[in-house]
């Protein structure tokens, strides 16, 4: 066969013929506009989302490394730092947490950090200079200088206190005058700030101070940087290995920890990417091309519509199906010149202007707004790709059409059987059903394109409806008050000691307001108090929370626990006291809270998980069971090699291993009269041994103390809860700042605030393939009045009145809508219970419950939009007269 170049002709073509159809090039590139738009959007809006995530996380977490290897010796810390695949490292010498009453409320750490470091823990000097060695010069945040009253002014002096150890070491209280060298804006979302010192002043105060080996003070940590932040944690498992350590048991030589920063939405992914994950984002991407693929094809089938007798005309002088395919995809990408950038402009545009509306809507409020350019080219991307995939099945209906058939086309010839002629009278109503089945393929991707919104939005209402505030509320807050020591909601205190307690003039200065419904206190344990217990009792305990034991460190446990006459072992527990306010928001799994009056009575605390349910062996007892406590007094201490007594008064100085037993001590057996589960926002926050508790007279009693460790309270009405509101504000800032306290409104906001982005996304997405729908619907009217105007003007001219066709054609649009409804309904029906279900196991406080509401509302909608485009269109389309019609089609 011969080769004829005839590229340079097929080009002519299509631009010329591209030329002569400007109404139709306006539609196309607004279709194209409109899918690079969707595209754009969605990308900077997820992206925007992500970065704003990732740096509130980062300020949260405390840095922006990838991952930290923690407690490690300087020599440890050089041989790592060498490792090939780190890219770039932050070193940190820990020495102490601030204390005392100005930092009652906040967590305070006082170190040493590098210049990288300080560049990764957000703590660059804004204003002055980091601290030099051998001085006494420190920088800290806005912060900190605050609450310590200090002005932010270079050279000005202040004084911090702090603590060295506390974990297994006897902690050492240090107060210091630094210099203030330098300090920054404190962030607002940080959990941490950070008083900076030089490495000389940590390692000379250090010199004389006896730290346990697992204690962080004295230790270094070295945050590492690597090449991307997809497989942190074992590029980190890596480093170990290749440099001689091992990171698996605790017990044997060269272990190092290690932490994985969990602000890395890269690295939370693909640890926990499954087929699930893979097959819910290939879905997303698939639902995203098809919507835009049902705006554009629809867009190129009118084109090919119109121009079918055109390319007819094209084979009888010799052009090939090819050819034509050509054309159409060269039209394709002429018009993507024009719609593509003006999509990605626009949908940035509108991108950057929603991302911030999404963040508003959770407790991230810093909206980092980013120019990636790869959003742009992948953007584009997809817009192409669904383009080409657009314009496939036009291009390939023009390559197969004769000329004679092109000349005689109309919409009905798709290749369809044509149905034996029925003998019925005609109606309106028979006629729009026929038209409506003419293009089955389109009628299907309409009715589709406007369900898939429907269908969205109803499982985006469902899935914000579903989120269960009271459960929500029950890891959180369970009345609507808890006010306590400022200490006893940081999370790295743990209420031990009386001074922490609710002192009674604070309690009845609450109580004195008005409003208050009902009231208790949950009194806290600040003696020492050991229970009988049996060692695979506690063995099985330790596994509950997720510990093991070497042989080794189980023996080492053991040998300094005191021994029973029976075998068992004396061990700490966790011990309160509840009044019975308290006591009803526990849940009852087994017996009667309410014995808890008897004298001998006490309930087993089960620890439970993020769905209310009881953890096995995270406590012994069950109901019946006795219950042997022992409430020390004073101790004796004991050389651990010798045995000898060490003098009570001896012991603060003394540097070797001891052993503990109970001098002056009471000892009490109680029965177990009900298994209770705890809410953790009620208890005392902290966890490492078995719970028990004590009704409250009985508590203070046995303990001789009534430390409280929070009282709760509920109120009369709304009005009563904001006053209450008010009041407490101002007393825990202003007159109490050792108080503080924590309200159901403030988490039942952030609720509303979690849920309100769902929909605010959701509504978003539902209402950009809303869009899409109507526009393939307003296609599909058009694409069929376009290729059925001789047909129109042939029923007119023998007697069909214009009212006659409008009501025909509303009753082609009611149809569609119709299908759309009926299709919504059955796939809401079909699929919510399945999603229902899978969405409750990633949210704890989710339940699912049936919603149709976004069907009803979109049946009204698609009324009016279904009787009103028909109308609208056939407006703009039948303008001509009716010989003006049946002369263009001939």
Known sequence: MMQVKNRACVRTVAVRSLRASRMRNRIAVIAIMLTTMLFTALFTIAISINDSFQQ????????????????????????????PLIRETGARLFLGM??????RKTQVEVSYMDAHEVKHYFCTPTHGHRPKEGSNEAMTDTRVLKLLGVQPKIGTKFTVTYQIGGGQSEPKTVTQEFVLSGWWDYNGVSQASNVIVPESYVKKTLQHVDIGEDEESGKWSLDVMFGNALHIEKDMRQVIRDCGFQSEDASKPGYIAFGVNWGYTGAQSSSNLNPESIAAIVALLVLIVFTGYLVIYNVFQISVTNDIRFYGLLKTIGMTGRQLKRIIRLQAVLLSGIGIPAGLLLGFGIGVGLAPAVMAQTSYTTAVIKLHAWVFVGAALFSLVTVFLSCNKPGQIAAKVSPVEAVRYTEADCGRKKAKAEKKPASLGRMAWANVGRNRKKTVLVVISLSLAVVLLNLTVMFANGFDMDLYLKHFCVSDFMFANADYF???????????????????????QNGIKESGCVYGQTTWVLEKIKKKDMLAYFTSMGHTMTKEQEKGYFNWKEQADDGSYYDDIQLYGMDAFPLQKVKVLKGDVASLDQEN???????????DKKVDHSNWAGVGDQVTLRYVNSWKYFNAETGKEIPEEEIDSYEGACDVEADDYTQKTYTVVAEILVPSAMSCRYYGSP??????DTFIKDTGTKDVMHMMFDMKNNQSARAMESFLKNYTEQVEPLYSYESKFSYEKEFD?????????GGVLSGVIAVVGTLNFLNAILTGMIARRREFAVLQSVGMTRRQLKRMLVYEGLLYTFAAIVISLILVVASEPFMGKMIEKMFW????????????????????????????VYCVVGKQTIVERLRETE
């Open 56 to 83: 509130s996380n980062f300020l949260m977490a405390g840095g922006d490394a990838h991952g930290s290897f923690k407690k490690l010796t300087e020599e440890q810390m050089e041989t790592l730092k060498k490792d």
């Open 98 to 103: 601030g204390t005392g009453d100005a930092f």
């Open 490 to 512: 940081n999370v790295q205190k743990r209420f031990r000691f009386s001074d922490e307690a609710v002192e009674d003039s604070a309690m009845q200065t609450v109580l004195a």
């Open 601 to 611: 009575a006490i309930a087993a605390v089960y620890m439970q998980d993020d769905y």
């Open 691 to 696: 719970q028990f508790v004590l009704g409250s």
């Open 753 to 761: 605030s979690f849920r309100g982005m769902f929909l605010l996304l």
């Open 845 to 872: 406080f989710f339940r699912f419950q049936y919603t149709i509401g976004p069907v009803v509302l979109a049946a009204l909608i698609f009324t009016v939009i279904g009787a009103g485009v028909p109308l609208v």
